[in-house]
């Protein structure tokens, strides 16, 4: 299972730790219970500067008790990407590489994952989705 690990700084601040364990999966699959206790969070990228924007993305987190859900992004409305931290069930299998992205966002003081690990600075060549493909991995 490819696992991505994102360092970017919105990451490190709605993961709470270096960074956020990103899945992948298909919009259309997503069942909800709960709704009415869904929130959004749209980052401010930039910030401070002349080139400040809201993102297009949205981080989807509970109201009730603030756990990171998934993010959606209307640039690709067939894809969704939960939190690994917000799954319970199945257990998730253990990736025999981590993939961490956005090094270029990492400061100091953030240390990578043990164990294998690909590193970019910002993201992998391939998607998600392609990984899974590549490595017979794909769950349609």
Same mark, same amino acid.
């Given at each position: ?7 970017? @700084?919105?990451?490190?601040? $709605?993961?709470?730790? %270096?960074? #956020? ?5 298909? &919009? /259309? ?9 869904? @929130?959004?969070?749209?980052? $401010?990228?930039?910030? %401070?500067? #002349? ?5 297009? &993305? /949205? ?82």
């Amino acid at each position: 299972m490819n696992t991505q690990f994102c360092l970017c @700084s919105i990451c490190r601040k $709605v993961g709470g730790v %270096g960074g #956020s364990v990103n899945l992948g999966g298909h &919009s /259309e699959t997503l069942k909800i219970e709960g709704k009415e206790h869904l @929130s959004v969070y749209k980052a $401010v990228l930039e910030r %401070g500067t #002349s080139k400040e924007h809201i993102a297009t &993305s /949205e981080r989807n987190f509970c109201s009730k008790c603030s756990s990171m859900l998934w993010l959606y992004d209307p640039t690709w409305p067939e894809l969704i990407h939960p939190f690994a931290s917000a799954i319970d069930s199945p257990e998730l299998k253990n990736p025999d590489t981590l993939v961490c992205a956005k090094l270029d966002s990492k400061p100091d003081y953030v240390r990578l994952p043990e164990g294998n690990k690909e590193t970019y600075q910002q993201f992998g060549p391939l998607s998600i989705e392609e990984w899974h493909r590549k490595n017979n991995e794909y769950v349609e």
